[in-house]
Nanobody
Framework: QVQLVESGGGLVQAGGSLRLSCAASGRTFSSYFMGWFRQAPGKEREFVAAISWRGGSTYYADSVKGRFTISRDNAKNTVYLQMNMLKPEDTAVYSC??????????WGQGTQVTVSS
């Protein structure tokens, strides 16, 4: 089992940047495929980005492609989400998730990102 704790959220003006971190417990972090998701008020949770076990492959939602970058440091058991050129529509609770199978099994509690116009 793995526990995930996000940090780095906050309030930023449109056009600004934030870097989210997700720290994982356990010794087998490198065996987990990691993802970031977000949920805005009144909307369903949506996929943002994902990264493979050793970071060799990354995947992005079209809405964030070119602005967000996902990365991981397996030595630190941490996955990051660098968010640049933020827009008000990026406002949401951002959560990281981990999976070893097809479905994400473990979720963090989330961190709030608010982008003001």
């Amino acid at each position: 089992q793995v526990q995930l704790v996000e940090s780095g959220g906050g309030l930023v003006q449109a056009g600004g940047s934030l870097r989210l971190s997700c720290a994982a417990s356990g010794r087998t972090f490198s065996s987990y495929f990691m993802g970031w998701f977000r949920q805005a008020p009144g909307k369903e949770r949506e996929f943002v980005a994902a990264i493979s076990w050793r970071g060799g492959s990354t995947y992005y939602a079209d809405s964030v492609k070119g602005r967000f970058t996902i990365s991981r440091d397996n030595a630190k058991n941490t996955v990051y989400l660098q968010m640049n050129m933020l827009k008000p529509e990026d406002t949401a609770v951002y959560s990281c998730a981990a999976r070893q199978e097809m479905k994400y099994q473990y979720w963090g509690q989330g961190t709030q990102v608010t982008v003001s116009s």
